[in-house]
Each structure stands twice: as C-alpha cells, then as structure tokens.
C-alpha cells in the first residue's frame, strides 16, 4: 500500500470518528501547554494583581481572574505540567508493581500464584482513593507522594491482568524450548515472558492515565498534592470552590479542563483497544 493510500485511509478513519479527531485535538493541546506554556500566556501564574480580582472571562483574561488577581488560564496552562506528570509517575509506579507482582504469580504459579492473586483480592476490595490515604499518611503530603499513592492503589487490577498474560505466554513453545535448552527461571521470564505479556496490559495505560489524573485531581483538591501557590488542577478548583455563587468560572473551567483531558484519553484508549482487537 502506497503512502497516499495509507494516508487516505486513515483520513477516511478519522473523518468517520469525529469523536476521536476531537480528542487527539484536546491531547496535543495539552501537550502544547506541558512543553511551552510560556508561548500561550504572558501572566504569572503565581503573582496577580488585586485590582484585577474575579475577573469575569474576557479578551484579556481568558479564564477570568482569581480572588488574588492571577490569570486563571495561566494557572491552569502551567497547573498541567504538575498534574499530568504525577499521573505519569503513578501510572509508571503502578504498572511496574503489577509487572512484578503478576509476572511473579503468573510464572511460578502454585504457592506464589495463590498468595500473590490473594493480596491483589484484598487490594481490589478496598476502594484505591481509601488506599491512596494509607499510603499518604505514611509517605506524608506532597506532589510525588500522591503520585506514588495512587500508582500503588491502582496496580492490583493492572497486576491480575499481568497474571493472566504471564500464564498464556508461559505455554507458548518458544517459551518451553528455552527452559529444555536450560535457560533459568529468572532469565526465561525476563527475556521472553514478560517482553511478550505486555501489550494487553499497554493498550490499558491510557485509561489507568485517565484514572490517575482524576485520583490525583481529588487528592489535591482535598490539599494532599502542590501546596500554594503552586497551580494544580484539583487545587485551582478547590480554591474557587468558596466563590462558586459569585465567580462560576473559579470552579467550572478547571474542572472542563479535567473532564475534556479525561475524556480524550479514554476516547483514544479505547479506539486503540478496539484497532488491536481488529488485527487479532
């Protein structure tokens, strides 16, 4: 197939799913505002000026403006970078614990497998922001500290999904022939087996992202994440929260821009789910 060809037939594609075309739209703006948001506003996201409080969204101030005077959009533009990089570190954090822990179980089966798969159990029944405070109360408040409080609540459902995959891969006849050619347990499974059960599990990272943005979100909306004046979007709603009657904009902007971010990656996730499901 030729280039104008393949680049026709994913226009067709794109063109049949606006849905999509709209959240790849959302996805690169936010990357736009991680990696330059200097080039979007001039404002300082932290400084303001008091005369110009609660603003209303104009020409001039996009977003509106705070109780303090700072430019909402610009809070929001620089408050991406923060929330969305400790999503990452949550998700890289809980997909390397459910790599571990469901390889392990996965592989060894038996024994390991039974109290592995029971502590994943025990995990999944509570509910991952009840975890999140756990980990928070000993790990102790901040931005990293979140980050790794959620990626440790959401690895269970990640590491039974790893189990399975483990164990299909396992019986595979590549797999069995490097084991009689005396391969050992630890380098068969470092080698062939997990490289090889990571895909189901990689095409679920855009929605767990979407998840870890949300759980980040609330922990620093209840002040467990950036401590003023650094924006972040849970902690830009939960300051406007207290001017919700008279300054909407304090509390609806930010938390669209968390639901169109959320959105867009689940929309792109599951596009992606169902393209592999297609070539299988």
């Known amino acids: 197939m030729s280039a104008a060809q393949t680049l026709g037939r994913s226009s067709r594609h794109l063109v049949r799913r606006p849905t999509l075309v709209v959240s790849v739209v959302v996805v690169v703006t936010l990357a736009w505002w991680i990696i330059a948001p200097g080039s979007l506003t001039s404002y300082d996201p932290v400084r303001g000026e008091i005369v110009d409080k609660l603003l209303p969204p104009s020409g001039d101030h996009w977003f509106g403006t705070d109780s303090l005077g700072r ?33 392990i179980a996965g592989y060894f089966g038996g024994f390991v497998d039974g109290v592995s798969m029971r502590l994943v159990d025990i995990f999944l029944a509570v509910p991952g922001l009840l975890i999140a405070f756990i980990v928070i109360s000993v790990l102790g408040q901040g931005t990293v500290d979140v980050a790794i409080a959620v990626g440790i609540a959401s690895a269970a459902s990640l ?122």
């Open 71 to 103: 430019d909402l959009f610009s809070r929001v533009v620089h408050g991406t970078r923060v929330s969305v990089a400790a999503a990452a570190v949550a998700v890289l954090v809980g997909a390397s614990l459910a790599t571990i822990i469901g390889g």
């Open 159 to 280: 590491a039974r999904i790893t189990r399975s995959e483990v164990r299909r891969v396992g019986l595979a006849p590549y797999v069995q022939h490097s084991r009689d050619m005396g391969a050992g347990s630890w380098r068969v499974l470092r080698s062939h087996v997990i490289p090889n059960s990571t895909t189901p599990v990689a095409t679920l990272l855009l929605p767990e992202f979407a998840g870890a943005i949300l759980a980040v979100s609330a922990l620093s909306y209840l002040g467990f994440g950036a401590q003023p004046p650094t924006p972040e979007w849970g902690s830009l709603v939960a300051e406007g929260r207290a001017h919700l009657s008279n300054a909407w904009w304090l509390v609806t902007l930010p938390s669209a821009t968390i639901v169109a971010c959320v959105l867009a990656l689940f929309v792109i996730g599951r596009n992606i789910r169902g393209a592999q499901g297609r070539r299988a």
